[in-house]
């Protein structure tokens, strides 16, 4: 069953992915762009997830590559997006504030010794094969990252639902839906870092199916002045 869980949370988020870019392609804005690169993230997490399942057992790659995609960056640039959505202008400025710390958090990641013995299971989606959480260390900085994210994610999406609810009921219904998206990806990591792992996959797929009709939605009713947000 976890491995059928898996599979569709595969198929899924890269289904999500291939549209969300296409639509950035066919008319480009910032929060189209932020959006993509977000769900290509979220597949690249379940897919190395999906791997280690099938090889029975993390390898370095897979495991980096896991924990850089989805444990520290799952939301941040979808709540960027959401950002965007609102405020291309801040989410831009934000951008580039971050940028700094994003890069640094790839290096730990990249260059933090593992430890796969300290896994509760050879394939469990946890960060505990990284040293304890330290500046140095890539378990301390996936706090920030996921913190700002989900709030960004939740908290405009609440905002721009009160915002339109009746001025612009499309672009509510639509915000409301990525409002929920926020809330099942935080109840996931949550749940993950208590130790309660096999729901990782469900709660992704969910999470992402909903942030994608939510921005499907949103992005129908945003008004470009020249193609562009």
Known sequence: MAMLLSLVAVALSWALFGPTFGRYRGRPSLHNALYSLGLLLFALAVSAEFLSKLLGAWNPFLYRLWYLTGAMHGVTFLGLGSLALLNPKAARGLLWVLLPFILYGFYLVVSAPLDFSQLPAPYAPSGKAFPEPSLTSPRLWTIPFNLMGTVLLAGV?????????????????????????ALVLASTSTLNRFGVVGLEETGRAMGVALLYLGVVLADRSVQYASGRA
Do not use: D, V
């Open 157 to 181: 999406a609440l905002y721009t639902t009160l915002l339109f609810w009746r001025k612009n009921p499309l672009r509510a219904r639509g915000t409301a839906l990525i409002f929920l998206a």
